[in-house]
């Protein structure tokens, strides 16, 4: 059993040690990998401190039974206080690098750093003001985050515990401290601290699309551009000057972010009956996040206003509640279902709509 | 000894974002970084490495080894379970 003086991380808490091992024995490769790196995990912080916890799943008032993540739980809203470290790689691998600019600090005049120390202090604001969550982890956490990561270096990613940001190499990126990738990235955090998606496969897909859908959010709440103003896209600006292409990826349009000599296709579907079957990319999960991202795109059409308000509300909730990292595209739908429901009551416009949205794009529920 | 390096996945999903590299090691001792670094046998010890389970958009690496009696070991490793310093050393390849 894991109890909560012997785990932090949310993922140790839902999914048992005996199903670890069984899934390390009997899953296929990838799945035994992943369970590998779990069980791990779990060797590795089991004399960690118990306040590490914090983010993890804890029981909902009065049900039994019923976890929810703690940043859901509080009913009083704490004081939320940004405190964002900027570092530099300089060009190396080393994390978290040099501490350039922590919370406060003047502009440096570097446009990476301050394009990085802005868009975090943005991205802090849109789960602040608009989802009452603090930080990352629901409890404050720093903002961590290295910009001139490594050489030439064409990626972005979260690490567990802090953001990394290449500058690219100019010719394919050009730069990736674009706000709706730093909100992308800031937010797989926030999916780890609201009790976790595998990367691997549909929940991998899950785990990214809603990257993708509170990144789009975090820039048309900068913005403050209602649905239709919006332009939808992941990435928007961030490709090299010769590529022909507006963005990485279109919650609009799966599919047509890019078309290039070098990069191909934008190969997003937007619908089940395109889902692609492949063990590239953790099982397509930059690529399948089409679908669930057309589906919010959808919703949104319908339900008009403002994204971070009501359909926001709606995948916020359904994140926090899910409480199943091995989640498919179909549980997800069902979790925001049962999210627009608590939200706005049974056959509301709210819960009508995303009915019908999640039918567009194959997924009955 | 020869050391190829191939990148692929990250943030964007897309192939061509990713890098290949190779090293032809013919004077190990002005090379010696990269002799000790790309051993098989400490790649074979990082492959069994475990990374953060939450970690998102790091990038995977294929690394082929082919040692001076011509054997060829190639490991597949994710971004986190290298080392920093064997980071450095593939961009400066
Ligand atoms: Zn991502």
């Known amino acids: ?365 | 000894m020869m050391i190829e390096v191939a990148s692929s996945g990250g943030f964007g999903g897309i192939a061509a974002g990713g890098m290949s590299k190779q090293l032809d090691v013919t004077d190990p001792s002005s090379q010696q970084p990269y002799c000790e670094t790309f051993d098989p046998d400490a790649l074979s010890r990082l492959a069994d490495k475990a990374g953060h389970p939450s970690a998102a958009d790091l990038q995977t690496y294929t690394i082929a080894v082919t040692d001076d009696d011509n054997r060829r070991h190639v490991f597949r490793l994710r971004e986190d379970a290298l080392p920093p310093e064997m980071l450095d050393l593939i961009d400066a390849m």
């Open chain 1, 1 to 365: 059993m894991c109890g909560p003086a012997q785990c932090h991380n949310p993922i140790h808490c839902i999914v048992p040690p005996h199903m670890l091992r069984v899934m390390a024995l009997r899953g296929d490769a990838s799945v035994q990998q992943m369970a590998r790196a779990l069980l791990h995990q779990n060797e590795e912080v089991r004399d960690e401190r118990a306040e590490r916890m914090t983010g993890g799943l804890v029981p909902e008032d009065g049900r039994s039974g019923l976890f929810v993540s703690s940043a859901l739980a509080r009913s009083v809203p704490d004081r939320h206080v940004c405190d964002r470290r900027i570092h530099d790689g300089e060009g190396k691998a080393a994390l978290p690098g040099r501490l350039v600019r922590g919370e406060g600090d003047a502009p440096t005049g570097d446009p990476e750093v301050d394009r990085a120390y802005d868009g975090a202090g943005t991205v802090f604001e849109l789960y602040s003001e608009a989802f009452g969550r603090n930080s990352l982890d629901g409890a404050g956490v720093p903002l961590t985050a290295t910009v001139h990561h490594r050489r030439n270096y064409n990626n972005a990613f979260w690490n567990g515990t802090q953001m990394a940001y290449g500058d690219g190499d100019q010719k394919i990126f050009r730069t990736f401290t674009e706000l709706s990738v730093i909100g992308h990235e800031m937010s797989h955090g926030v999916v780890q601290y609201s009790g976790g998606l595998l990367y691997q496969g549909q929940s991998g897909a899950l785990n990214e699309s809603v990257a993708d859908v509170f990144g789009t959010m975090t820039v048309q709440r900068k913005l403050d551009q209602d649905v239709y103003a919006a332009d939808w896209l992941v990435g928007a600006g961030i490709l090299g000057p010769d590529i022909n292409g507006r963005a990485l990826r279109s919650m609009k349009a799966p599919g047509t972010a890019y078309h290039d000599a070098l990069l191909g296709q934008d190969p997003q579907p937007y619908h089940m009956d395109l889902y692609v079957d492949t063990t590239d990319d953790n099982g397509g999960v930059h690529i399948n996040s089409g679908i669930p991202n057309h589906a919010f795109y959808l919703y949104c059409m319908y339900l008009g206003g403002n994204a971070w308000e009501r359909p926001g509300q709606v995948w916020y909730r359904a994140l926090q509640q899910i409480n199943n990292p091995m989640a498919t595209f179909h549980d997800w739908a069902a979790e925001t279902m049962d999210a627009a429901i608590a939200l706005f009551g049974a056959g509301s416009c709210e819960q009508v709509m995303l009915r019908r949205a999640w039918r567009l794009v194959g997924i009955a529920c």
